[in-house]
């Protein structure tokens, strides 16, 4: 199976789904990043590990409708089984979204469906909570609503430094990233059509 992996930024993300598919761990092959950001060092890691790095800047296009028409024109180009938002820092549109409906995947850091948006970290600490993490879900309509595929659990400690915790959070994405793209390509995670997120027995 054929995977897509867009990404605007340093590709921390993206280097754990490298290293996995490296590994024989990946359950597919991710053969093609594009950024809408044209010097995102997640580009460089694509073409150190050889795979097909596009630019699409959005700035080029008048409207969000032109960009994800152009995006959607670049992605299909390979036949993707799934779509991977990998730090994606752009708001896709309904007709973008529809087009991926059940093989799009996102990462979010924060246990959905807490902390919906930006800042999670921040906001999390300031409102004292003892438990922190991640998520990774399908991408719905609704930014960072879609189902949850997998979470991790981080634990807040008292007087939490914030940077440390952004980098226990950001450790637990790249360990689950890759387990649920695999799940995904295996067939053993679905969205099912009353919109869940379902997941099978090891067959
Ligand atoms: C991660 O924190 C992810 O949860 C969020 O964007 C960040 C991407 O980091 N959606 P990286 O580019 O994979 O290093």
């Given at each position: 199976?054929?995977?897509?992996?867009?990404?605007?930024?340093?590709?921390?993300?993206?280097?754990?789904?490298?290293?996995?598919?490296?590994h024989?761990?990946?359950?597919?092959?991710?053969?093609?990043?594009?950024?809408?950001?044209?010097?995102?060092?997640?580009?460089?890691?694509?073409?150190?590990?050889g795979?097909?790095?596009v630019?699409?800047?959005?700035?080029?296009?008048?409207s969000?409708?032109?960009f994800?028409?152009a995006?959607?024109?670049?992605i299909?180009?390979?036949?993707?089984?799934?779509?991977?938002?990998?730090?994606?820092?752009?708001?896709l549109?309904?007709?973008?979204?529809d087009?991926?409906r059940g093989?799009?995947?996102?990462?979010?850091?924060?246990?959905?469906?807490?902390?919906?948006?930006l800042?999670?970290?921040?906001?999390?600490?300031a409102?004292?909570?003892?438990?922190?993490?991640?998520?990774?879900?399908?991408?719905?309509?609704?930014?960072?609503?879609?189902?949850?595929?997998?979470?991790?659990?981080?634990?807040v400690?008292?007087?939490?430094?914030?940077?440390?915790?952004?980098?226990k959070?950001?450790?637990?994405?790249?360990?689950?990233?890759?387990?649920?793209v695999?799940?995904?390509?295996?067939?053993?995670?679905?969205?099912?059509?009353?919109?869940?997120a379902?997941?099978d027995?090891?067959?």
């Amino acid at each position: 199976p054929r995977v897509v992996v867009l990404i605007s930024g340093n590709g921390s993300n993206l280097q754990a789904l490298l290293d996995a598919q490296a590994h024989d761990e990946l359950g597919g092959d991710i053969v093609a990043v594009v950024s809408n950001k044209a010097d995102a060092y997640g580009l460089r890691r694509a073409k150190d590990a050889g795979v097909d790095a596009v630019a699409l800047p959005h700035r080029e296009y008048d409207s969000r409708e032109a960009f994800d028409a152009a995006l959607i024109k670049v992605i299909d180009r390979h036949e993707p089984h799934l779509i991977v938002l990998a730090g994606f820092m752009r708001i896709l549109t309904p007709g973008f979204v529809d087009h991926y409906r059940g093989r799009m995947l996102n990462v979010h850091p924060s246990l959905l469906p807490a902390y919906q948006g930006l800042h999670t970290h921040q906001r999390a600490l300031a409102d004292g909570v003892e438990e922190h993490g991640v998520s990774v879900h399908f991408v719905t309509e609704e930014l960072d609503g879609g189902p949850v595929v997998i979470q991790a659990v981080v634990n807040v400690e008292p007087n939490q430094d914030i940077d440390a915790l952004i980098e226990k959070v950001h450790a637990r994405e790249h360990l689950i990233y890759p387990i649920a793209v695999r799940w995904f390509l295996e067939g053993r995670v679905k969205l099912s059509p009353q919109g869940k997120a379902t997941l099978d027995d090891i067959p």
